[in-house]
């Protein structure tokens, strides 16, 4: 059974589903490993302090991790670099809602250098999550081929473009 704890407090649901705290841990709502995650990062505010705790291994299986900060100085140069765009998507993005996106994630051997670190819109962050770029660019010209072949599969213009595509792909 996976709880969300702070220790001391379990956070469970009223009534009206509103999240709430308790020291009852018989009253704690239960949820499966990934239940327990995302309800913490859809829930910041109410699970600030919160982890998810296994209570049969009696261990922390799940905490949210600290979001990193880097210095307004390097945040502004790699958005410059970047010309206020997304370098996945290239949709110009204001300043105050570019994320950073490491190249090669951190969980794969990446660094925090500026090398390392690159301007996304948040849709584009979150979507490559810790994909290498490569993987990344794959996943999204398999998922664009999907859709149009659903749309356009019977055309002859998508059967030229399709076959165009997947050469330039190898």
Request: with cysteine.
């Amino acid at each position: 059974m996976i709880v969300i704890t702070n220790g001391t407090e379990y956070i469970y649901l009223d009534e009206e589903h509103q999240i709430q705290k308790t020291t009852d841990i018989s009253k704690a709502k239960t949820f499966t490993f990934k239940g327990c995650s995302i309800f913490i990062r859809e829930n910041v505010k109410a699970t600030k302090g919160f982890y998810a705790y296994d209570t049969e291994t009696q261990r922390i299986c799940y905490r949210r991790k600290k979001k990193k900060c880097f210095p307004k100085t390097t945040r502004m140069m790699i958005y410059n670099q970047a010309d206020g765009r997304c370098v996945l998507c290239g949709r110009k993005i204001k300043y105050e809602d570019m994320t950073i996106d490491h190249i090669r994630p951190t969980s794969l051997g990446g660094s925090d250098s500026v090398e390392n670190l690159q301007c996304t819109c948040r849709t584009c962050n979150t979507f490559k999550d810790k994909m290498l770029p490569d993987t990344f660019f794959d996943r999204i010209n398999e998922i664009y081929l999907y859709q149009m072949q659903r749309k356009y599969g019977k055309k002859l213009k998508w059967k030229l473009a399709n076959k165009l595509i997947k050469s330039m792909a190898r």
